[in-house]
């Protein structure tokens, strides 16, 4: 593996498909409509409300407004539904990302995550325990900025947050976009794939280790 090019000193992790398992790789979106009632001849209506809220989705819009939206196309969806909740009862833990993080630690690299969050989800994915156990610190959350990966404002935010240089940050993140907006302001990074979170994380520890 390549050495990085400078020494870390603070790493920045994504939360879903990084320091948890979310929707990344796998068939629970699919899973999720499917407990909806979405049939293929609703889901072009479907996509068609959520696609037009994407741009919004995870800072000034708040995701559970689209509830009523798909009951106008038929989905007969409870009173007391909640996206969040359906989202984060199907998210996991992320076991290999532990090792690396706690090396990280071990040397005296801070952690921080920078993630965007659909309002109100960061909580519910922490109080569900889905996260490592760790203090991280900065939490850089676009449902709070209103601003979100991969426009460069909220790293510039996230940069503001720390006393390091750009060149001794590593971010990690599951994608690509997000990944070349860090490097466009010198930082290091580490395209994270949740398909193969072992691998990852232990591609993830090695980076740590020979940074020191």
């Known amino acids: 593996?390549?050495?990085?090019?400078n020494k870390i000193k603070f790493i920045y992790l994504d939360v879903g498909g990084v320091s948890i398992l979310d929707f990344s790789g796998t068939d629970r979106w699919v899973r999720m409509l499917e407990s909806m009632g979405v049939t293929s001849d609703i889901y072009p209506?479907?996509?068609?409300?959520?696609?037009?809220?994407?741009?919004?989705i995870n800072t000034i819009y708040d995701v559970e407004l689209m509830i009523n939206e798909f009951r106008e196309i038929g989905l007969?969806?409870?009173d007391d539904y909640c996206?969040?909740?359906?989202?984060?009862k199907r998210f996991t833990p992320n076991e290999s990302i532990t090792k690396p993080i706690n090396k990280a630690i071990e040397y005296g690299i801070s952690v921080g995550l920078l993630t965007n969050m659909y309002?109100?989800?960061?909580?519910?994915?922490s109080d569900a325990n889905l996260l490592p156990r760790i203090n991280f610190y900065p939490i850089i959350d676009s449902s709070l900025l209103g601003v979100a990966k991969p426009d460069i404002k909220i790293y510039e935010i996230a940069l503001k947050e720390i006393s390091?240089?750009?060149q001794n940050v590593l971010?990690?993140?599951?994608?690509?976009?997000?990944?070349?907006t860090a490097q466009l302001l010198g930082w290091q990074t580490y395209l994270y794939n949740p398909r193969n979170p072992i691998k990852s994380s232990n591609e993830l520890l090695d980076i740590i280790n020979i940074s020191r």
């Open 119 to 125: 309002q109100r989800m960061f909580k519910k994915i």
């Open 164 to 166: 390091y240089k750009p």
């Open 83 to 88: 996206f969040n909740d359906e989202f984060v």
């Open 171 to 180: 971010f990690v993140d599951n994608s690509i976009p997000n990944i070349k």
């Open 1 to 5: 593996m390549t050495k990085p090019r």
């Open 45 to 56: 209506e479907f996509m068609n409300i959520w696609n037009s809220h994407h741009s919004e």
């Open 76 to 78: 007969n969806l409870p």
